[in-house]
């Protein structure tokens, strides 16, 4: 069994072993994708093969869309050459559900997969050509939120950036400049419509995106790059468009596991290509099955009937309540607080965590309990039942090799939105009282705890990567455990705690202080005391 175009079609081991096979014509799709392109996607990974592939895939498989897609990858060419091409474009989509079935599908709707790249005159001709073309309605992007960026951490505009803006769309190197290079095209084209769409998984996303591209419209007009009718094209909504979205479905790095089940199947050359740019990807993608894609209907030059496959579309204001929702109440809190007492217990898989019984009460108490009261509503989809599902069937789904130290990563970055956004709303509010949270005060003194790179045994592990980690453990790297100077640990601390641009607010003008320093005091006072404190404020 061999993942390619002739395998699928005559050997019936695919079959026999449970594979679902695309159900159309995938020639003749094809052949229509090439010729009237509709929808192209840059950003290859996992997330594309999981989600948006398989959008297209169901469309096709009903008979809403006689076209798939064109994937575009722009910032490691290998993932075409080395993956995507030798297997003629197919992946496998392996679903890895919570009652412990596994659901393989093959994928077939990626009509053509295209490299950005300005030095190859092939590729990017190819690429000109599709968006000159009337039929193309749309782009979709997963690329991470610092794609969008222009400047480096400092706010220095990155070299291939100011070079872009100085040379214009003829070569760029940069890749949103090269993007922008490919809607200047469809502008000297007759200025026809597109949806730019970034199903990144960032707030405002579409905000990014927009502008990103506006910054390189104005430059090139300005150096006398483009005419001025660029900007005005770029900004006009009837013409170019850059609608939010909020994106959410966990596709980890593909499993040892699921490698094993399909080599049991038979299947052949399973082997990961890692890239000369440290790329790891598989023939496979593992994935969970609840997926979430909510979209600003703001398409100038219409679009697929996606909302027949589960896409949810709707107004600009409700893209931003879902956002909020998923972000400051139903999921990002609880994985955050999974994150931090996971590594102060050492765990290395959030399933496992949900059999702490501890734990799982320390979740369900921030979500239902202390977030729902102040959830952002959209509307669209119920905040509770959101939160059923995260922590009945997405989190403790066992096959999901997700772990707290990889959702710790740059916490520091996180707490102001994930918490603060329900402090600030408990201050706000006549009919609530901030002294009533009782739990999310626990995860911030956590953190307090995790910042010593202690676990609950005295044995030192390693924070995971944070910009502002070695800041953060500056006010803690004098604390013992062990220690019962409460006024001591008081005067070293009290400066991280009212620091807002962590908090989102200052923790001590809301209130908060004591008890996050009564459980921190806690959580430091021997081994096993972290363990004490959960199972003493959790139940």
Avoid at 250 to 273: M, Q, W
Avoid at 346 to 367: A, P, Q, W
Avoid at 416 to 443: C, H, M, Q, W
Wanted: charged share 30%; proline share 5%.
């Amino acid at each position: 069994m061999k993942l390619c175009d002739n395998s699928i079609k005559t050997d019936n081991s695919w079959k026999e072993k449970g594979y679902a096979l695309p159900t159309f014509d995938r020639e003749k799709m094809i052949k229509e994708t090439v010729a009237n392109p509709e929808w192209v996607h840059f950003g290859a990974g996992n997330i594309f093969r999981a989600f948006q592939a398989n959008l297209s895939q169901r469309m096709l498989a009903e008979g809403l869309n006689d076209k798939g897609l064109t994937v575009v990858e722009g910032f490691d060419y290998e993932i075409i050459e080395k993956m995507y091409r030798p297997h003629d474009n197919l992946s496998i989509l392996v679903t890895l559900k919570a009652d412990g079935s596994v659901e393989k599908n093959v994928i077939g709707s990626i009509a053509e997969s295209c490299i950005l790249d300005s030095n190859d005159d092939k590729e990017f001709e190819r690429l000109k050509e599709i968006f000159r073309a009337d039929s193309l309605k749309m782009c979709t992007f997963t690329i991470t939120e610092k794609g969008y960026s222009l400047v480096n951490p400092a706010g220095e505009i990155l070299p291939a950036v100011a070079d872009d803006f100085v040379n214009g769309p003829e070569r760029p190197q940069s890749y949103i400049g090269k993007v922008v290079a490919l809607l200047h095209e469809r502008y000297v084209a007759g200025a026809k419509a597109i949806a730019m769409v970034s199903t990144d998984n960032c707030s405002h996303n579409g905000d990014k995106l927009h502008d990103a591209v506006s910054s390189f419209a104005k430059k090139w007009v300005e150096n006398g790059k483009a005419d001025a009718g660029f900007v005005s094209y770029i900004e006009d909504e009837s013409k170019v468009s850059f609608p939010w979205s909020m994106i959410d479905k966990i596709t980890p790095r593909p499993d040892d596991s699921v490698n094993a089940i399909l080599a049991g199947d038979g299947v052949e050359e399973l082997e990961a290509v890692v890239t000369s740019k440290k790329t790891w990807v598989a023939p496979f993608v593992n994935a969970e099955e609840s997926e979430y894609l909510v979209i600003e209907d703001k398409f100038p030059n219409g679009r697929p009937a996606l909302e027949k496959v589960g896409v949810i579309f709707t107004d600009k204001e409700t893209v931003d309540k879902v956002e909020r929702m998923k972000v400051c109440t139903c999921l990002n809190p609880l994985h955050t607080a999974l994150a931090v007492y996971g590594c102060l217990l050492g765990y290395d898989k959030i399933s496992e965590e949900m059999k702490d019984e501890d734990l799982v009460s320390l979740v369900k108490t921030i979500g239902y309990v202390e977030g729902l009261p102040v959830v952002t509503d959209p509307g669209v989809i119920s905040p509770k039942e959101f939160i059923d599902t995260v922590v009945n069937v997405r989190i403790p789904n066992k096959f999901m090799p997700d772990t707290p130290q990889r959702i710790a990563c740059d916490t520091s970055q996180k707490l102001g939105i994930r918490f603060g956004e329900t402090i600030k709303a408990y201050l706000a509010s006549d009919k609530l009282n901030v002294s009533d949270l009782k739990l999310i005060p626990l995860v911030h003194a956590g953190w307090l705890r995790y910042l010593m790179g202690l676990d609950d045994k005295g044995n030192k592990f390693e924070p995971s990567p944070d910009p502002m980690l070695e800041k953060a453990q500056g006010f803690v790297k004098d604390i013992k455990l062990g220690e019962s100077d409460a006024d001591k640990v008081k005067e070293l601390v009290m400066p991280l705690l009212k620091d807002a641009s962590i908090f989102g607010t200052d923790l001590e003008t809301a209130g908060l202080t004591d008890k996050i320093l009564g459980y921190f005091m806690e959580l430091i006072s021997g081994t096993d005391a972290v363990r004490n404190t959960l199972h003493k404020y959790c139940n």
